[in-house]
């Protein structure tokens, strides 16, 4: 899915989350605590990322269930 507006509702649970609103999942940010979460086994809710980003080869953020 292409996410084109800031008032999409999943960047709007990924910041809740992020901020500690929702007590159910977790916000990881960073390559290396993404690859941890993959390789842990735990359900992926979500990978986030931009184009720009993936580019320059930098890192991406799921919401980890």
């Known amino acids: 899915m292409n996410i084109t507006s800031h008032d999409n ?3 709007r649970h990924a910041a809740a989350v992020r901020d500690g609103k929702v007590n159910d999942s977790i916000f990881v940010e960073g390559l290396r605590l ?3 979460a993959f390789t842990s086994g ?3 809710e979500a990978v986030i990322y931009s ?3 993936m580019r320059k080869g930098k890192s991406f953020a799921p919401l980890v269930n």
């Open 34 to 36: 993404c690859e941890e």
């Open 42 to 44: 735990v359900e992926i």
């Open 9 to 11: 509702s999943l960047l």
């Open 51 to 53: 184009e720009e980003i």
